[in-house]
T-cell receptor, first 113, second 110 residues
Framework: NAGVTQTPKFQVLKTGQSMTLQCAQD?????MYWYRQDPGMGLRLIYY???????DKGEVPNGYNVSRLNKREFSLRLESAAPSQTSVYFC????????????FGPGTRLTVL | EDQVTQSPEALRLQEGESSSLNCSYT??????LFWYRQDPGKGPEFLFT???AGEEKEKERLKATLTKKESFLHITAPKPEDSATYLC???????????FGTGTKLQVIP
């Protein structure tokens, strides 16, 4: 099993450009999450999907949109990138909600110039 | 608002020198506390979940304990491969969300 996979690993954008970060899991988990990690701050939840067909805002959703394409895939879209969105983005999944152990992908390092 | 504070921010140990990392928390109804290990350039890797005060869990050289206000990650006779950042996270029943601490960066020197 690959676990949680993310693409791309690295990306550089110019201010105003758009892009989609892809995430897939092969553990048959129901819940999936997008976090960002910035220096000196803990991981912060952007959006999550408790189950296929549902999505909810987390702590820092502004400037992002998500799509739960199917049970395996959960994408994060930046419509108009800003320098404040420079960060490392992690996707995670868990069997059933946040009470269960979350398994993380390797991350996408995004720089917005 | 839920808060999680980890200390120290960084810790340097000699190989074999045991120590503890601290995670103190203020949450609205603790439902679970998680410990993760994160290596540079990688995603967090799950270590333990603790659910109630008094609970302890062990894995190799690591032992996690939980009280009503804090959790400790005890590292016994660490090896260089234990070098990583250790993250603590709490799940609160009040807000139904997970709050992460900023981590303790551990370096074990041969």
């Amino acid at each position: 099993n690959a676990g949680v996979t993310q693409t791309p690993k690295f990306q550089v954008l110019k201010t105003g450009q758009s892009m989609t970060l892809q995430c897939a899991q092969d553990m048959n988990h129901n819940s999936m999450y997008w976090y960002r990690q910035d220096p000196g701050m803990g991981l912060r939840l952007i959006y999550y999907s408790a189950s296929e067909g549902t999505t909810d805002k987390g702590e820092v959703p502004n400037g992002y949109n998500v799509s739960r394409l199917n049970k395996r895939e959960f994408s994060l879209r930046l419509e108009s990138a800003a320098p404040s969105q420079t960060s490392v983005y992690f996707c995670a999944s868990s069997l059933e909600g946040q009470t269960d152990t979350q398994y993380f992908g390797p991350g996408t390092r995004l720089t917005v110039l | 608002e839920d808060q999680v504070t980890q200390s120290p921010e960084a810790l340097r140990l000699q190989e074999g020198e045991s120590s503890s990392l601290n995670c103190s928390y203020t949450v609205s109804g603790l439902r679970g506390l998680f410990w993760y290990r994160q290596d540079p350039g990688k995603g967090p890797e799950f270590l333990f979940t603790l659910y109630s005060a008094g609970e302890e869990k062990e894995k190799e050289r690591l032992k996690a304990t939980l009280t009503k206000k804090e959790s400790f990650l005890h590292i016994t006779a660490p090896k260089p491969e234990d070098s990583a950042t250790y993250l603590c996270a709490v799940l609160s029943g009040g807000y139904q969300k997970v709050t992460f601490g900023t981590g303790t960066k551990l370096q074990v020197i041969p």
